[in-house]
């Protein structure tokens, strides 16, 4: 078939809506009405600021707070970006392109810390290496009584490092993987030497994989919430927490507007980046160029590889153990956890996959089927959950809940839509994937067989979809039994989760109990990983 | 392209036994319809009819509007204006809306990648269709069009471990099942390697033919249409350039775009006195076919293709032109001759006799049939 044909074809299928346009157009209301809900959390924050007086607005955005706040912020991304491209693309180098003995190994580790959610991970650097911590009691024997505090700026940036820079490293890979090597042989037989090669061939081939990684990374960082709190470093997601806890309604939503504004900024860079994505050959072929011999590096090689694993993986894990161990004798009063606990945990996450599936279906069917910009605006619009943090979906909820359905304020219901919103994009993700590996003329093929459209759609996509909806539930599920910001800020008074649990006895200092609902944890994003993966593989 | 005889070759077919009731009953009629994207017009002022039981394909260049038509046939898009009648009953009328959806339509499609359903087997893609049937009759229909196309043993496969050819008579069967009173297949055999698109031609034809469908096939490949078609229509722009049985439109195109479109035609102009004047040499006018009275005088194109001429080496006081190009086909080459009186004309020969490029050589008018021809423009 001739490009011109399937032209014509692709103009005739996007066509045939004309007949149907009575049944997209329920659709599309219902779809509509959604992205104004999921769009609430943003409104209320531009509400807020627009009923502010000017003089005041003027006050707390140059107030000497918000400077600092964004001054931190911004450190902290640009530090933590950094740091992880200087871990994640030298990792993706060598777990691709070269001789290193058990690459698959260290694959795994490299990408394995990603499963550790990263306030579990600040909680156990805190641990090891706070006052009074592994470390100092290790050292104190020895009449080293002052060992460089980890709070701040050096352990937020560390521990976010840490445990994001799996993204700069799966991006990266997957360039390196896709790229076509061929082109680097190319460029040898025009003689440039190995690192020339890298340097104007390799790199700028990949440099849109690890812009992606790195745009992630940022993203995270900026919303992330737990580890600067427990760092105790001040910067927007921590400040509003602050604020919203003290009742400064006005700040925390100039602090949520302007944090607002820079997560916008990074995803401008990011869809642009993206664009340009374009440009870059990837080859069909997966050809590759020969392996780099690393001789002599082997053992600083591997010795880089074991590090990053130690740190990430050991360190954490191993804490977690010494509490379990530690934990068994020494039972606090009043932090006992309970099977209610991780009941409460689950009831939720399995009430917003739920919802995030009913809701993504007919978003995913629209955006993959529709026939233009506008009917994959809902499908943009579900995405606000990536961009809003989650300490300003459980800050602007509170606020929506008690000014327009003071009956719903500090209901379970409010909770599950701020999931909803904030993990919504996972469920439409996997869902419109699986809409689209649907062949179009299936719906064709049933209706030419003697069905209307919707029992075409139950007979033959559904079936076809289910697996795509059941990984989107799943990721949904796993994802919300790890919340943290929106989990504390919106529950029920004396509702407790496995998260908040951790929260509670963190606050306490009684470490110990943590140990087994972090365990938990942890599996709980292995798994949610895995799900990932096998989407993706 | 080999020499084409169509009307011995549907005689072959002739044995096969058909369970057409009233081949003299049109099934389906399409009446003055255009199809209008915004300011694009797909289809213009189309009318056609096929009767019971025929085989009818719609021929024409890519954005010729066939697939356009083929759908709005099925119901998957509505005429801008116009009425299409099937089996006596009107599905869509553009004049005052009414409109079957395809559902309500009593027409099967074949697509052109299949769609099977892939998560039903080949048993329950068949039976898909038949809700209106008991288990008991769902099976026997399902039994009966396995054996029809040849696949019994394969009832309880997923489309997914199926050969192509395999696929495709699982779709016929599919589309065929509940009995339609129009089966529409879109580009039937695009999907196939060239060794089995031959071959199932003539398996999917068997299949319709005992079926006593009536059929209407989508193609842009000119030996697929004129093989396996009763009737062919030529589509342009649009609309038919021409409709016939595939020997009678093959072997006198009514326009020149037919013409060129049909085999590697070349035209070779000529002066008609009481003889016929070309770069070849004169002619006698009863070579021609149809009047030629009314142009005495006048200057005409005549179609020629490759297997009308053949070309001779010689030397250059005798040589008509020389040859230009050699195009290797494995039986055959077809060789490009520039004549001295400027026409460009293609030879075909067996493909052990090699001239190379600049050999004079002197070209044969060896057609034994009437040669069509055109008013020059």
Redo the contacts between chains.
């Keep these: ?2 490009t ?2 399937r032209l ?2 692709i ?2 299928r996007a ?2 809506t ?2 149907d346009a009575d049944e997209p157009t329920v659709l599309a209301a219902v779809v509509l009405a959604i992205s104004l809900l999921l769009l609430s959390p943003i409104a209320w924050v531009l509400l807020e600021a627009s009923e502010m007086q000017a003089g005041r607005l003027i006050e707390l955005v140059a107030s000497e707070t918000t400077t600092t706040v964004t001054v931190n912020t911004l450190i902290l991304v640009v530090a933590v970006t950094a740091l992880s491209v200087l871990i994640g693309v030298p990792l993706a180098l060598l777990t691709v392109q070269t001789d290193l003995p058990f690459k698959r190994f260290w694959t795994v580790t490299a990408a394995l810390p990603l499963v550790v959610p990263s306030y579990i991970g600040a909680f156990a650097f805190v641990s090891a290496f706070g006052p009074r911590g592994e470390l100092a009691d290790l050292l104190s024997p020895l009449g080293i009584q002052q060992i460089p505090t980890i709070y701040g700026l050096t352990g937020t940036a560390l521990v976010l490092t840490l445990f994001t820079y799996p993204y700069v490293f799966l991006t990266t890979r997957a360039s390196l993987i896709s790229f076509d090597g061929t082109v680097v042989e190319a460029a040898r037989s025009l003689n440039a030497s190995r690192w020339d090669a890298f340097k104007r061939v390799t790199l700028p081939q990949i440099l849109p994989g690890i812009a992606a990684g790195a745009l992630l990374v940022a993203l995270y960082t900026l919303s992330d919430f737990g580890t600067p709190a427990i760092m105790r470093y001040d910067v927007f997601t921590r400040m509003i927490f602050v604020e919203e806890q003290a009742r400064n309604l006005d700040a925390a939503a100039v602090l949520s507007l302007l944090l607002l504004v820079l997560a916008m900024a990074i995803l401008a860079v990011e869809s642009r980046i993206g664009a340009g994505r374009d440009g870059a050959y990837v080859s069909s072929g997966d050809r590759r160029a020969g392996e780099i011999k690393l001789g002599y590096w082997k053992l600083p090689a591997m010795g880089f590889c074991a590090l990053i694993a130690a740190l990430c993986l050991a360190l954490p894990i191993g804490i977690l153990g010494l509490w379990l161990v530690r934990s068994a004798d020494a039972t606090q009063a009043g932090f006992v956890f309970e099977l209610q606990h991780v009941t409460n945990s689950v009831t939720l996450a399995a009430a917003a996959a739920g919802l995030c599936v009913v809701v993504a279906l007919p978003i995913a069917y629209l955006s993959a089927r529709g026939d233009g910009t506008l009917s994959s605006l809902p499908e943009r619009v579900s995405y606000v959950g990536y961009a809003v943090p989650g300490v300003v979906i459980g800050l602007s909820l509170i606020y929506l809940a008690l000014r327009f359905v003071p009956f719903l304020y500090q209901s379970l219901f409010v909770l599950v839509f701020a999931y909803v919103v904030r993990f919504l994009p996972q469920a439409v993700g996997t869902t419109e994937s699986s809409v689209l590996q649907v ?1 179009p ?2 719906i ?9 459209p919707i029992t ?1 759609f139950r ?2 996509v559904l ?2 979809v289910a697996p795509g909806i059941a990984a989107g539930a799943a990721l949904v599920f796993l994802t919300t039994m790890k919340e943290l910001p929106a989990t504390l800020m919106l529950r029920p008074i004396g509702f407790e989760t496995i998260v908040t649990y951790i929260w509670l006895v963190r606050g306490a200092a009684y470490q110990g109990q943590a140990a087994v609902p972090a365990l938990i944890l942890v599996g709980v994003s292995g798994l949610s990983m895995l799900i990932i993966l096998r989407q993706e593989g | 392209m080999a020499k084409q005889e169509p009307s011995q070759r549907i005689s072959e077919f002739e044995t096969i036994e058909t369970a057409i009731e009233d081949p003299e009953e049109t099934v389906l009629s399409i009446d003055g319809v255009s199809k209008e994207y915004g300011r694009e017009k797909a289809v213009e002022e189309l009318s056609l009819s096929v009767k019971e039981g025929e085989l009818l394909t719609m021929l024409g260049p890519s954005g010729c509007g066939k697939t356009t038509t083929l759908r709005m046939i099925a119901g998957l898009e509505a005429p801008s204006s116009g009425t299409i009648t099937i089996a006596g009953e009107t599905v869509a009328d553009g004049a005052n809306g009414q409109f079957k959806k395809p559902e309500e339509r009593d027409v099967g499609i074949v697509f052109q990648d299949y769609a099977l359903f892939p998560h039903l087997t080949v048993a329950e893609n068949i039976a898909f269709g038949l809700d209106e049937l008991d288990d008991d009759e769902t099976d026997a229909r399902v039994a009966e069009l396995l054996e029809l196309v040849d696949l019994e043993a394969h009832d309880e496969k997923m489309p997914s471990q199926l050969s192509g050819g395999q696929q495709q008579r699982v779709a016929l069967a599919r589309s065929l099942a509940p009995e339609p009173d129009v089966l529409l297949l879109d580009e039937p055999f695009s999907n196939l390697d060239v060794r089995l698109r031959v071959e199932m031609r003539e398996e999917v034809r068997r299949i319709l033919k005992r079926a006593g469908v009536t059929a209407i096939s989508v193609t842009h490949d000119q030996e697929e249409a004129l093989s396996i078609s009763d009737r062919v229509a030529i589509m342009n722009g649009g609309a038919i350039a021409q409709v016939g049985n595939p020997g009678a439109v093959f072997e006198n195109p009514e326009s020149r775009f037919v013409a060129s479109f049909l085999g590697q035609a070349s035209f070779l102009s000529a002066r008609v006195t009481d003889r016929l004047e070309t770069g070849l040499g004169s002619f006698g006018l009863e070579r021609l076919n149809g009047p030629i009275e009314a142009y005495d005088g006048a200057m005409i194109d005549v179609l020629v293709r490759p297997d009308d001429l053949q070309a001779m080496p010689t030397s250059e006081p005798k040589a008509d032109g020389y040859v230009v190009h050699r195009q290797y086909n494995g039986p055959n080459f077809i060789y490009r001759v520039e004549l001295h009186s400027g026409d460009v004309v293609h030879c075909m020969h067996n493909h052990v006799e090699t001239f190379e490029a600049g050999q004079p050589v002197e070209v044969d008018l060896v057609a034994d049939h009437e040669l069509a021809w055109y008013p020059t423009e």
Excluded: T
């Design positions: 078939m001739g011109s044909d014509e074809r103009r005739e066509n045939v004309d007949r062949d003329s299936y064709e093929a049933a209706r030419s067989l003697g069905y209307g075409s007979k033959v079936p076809l």
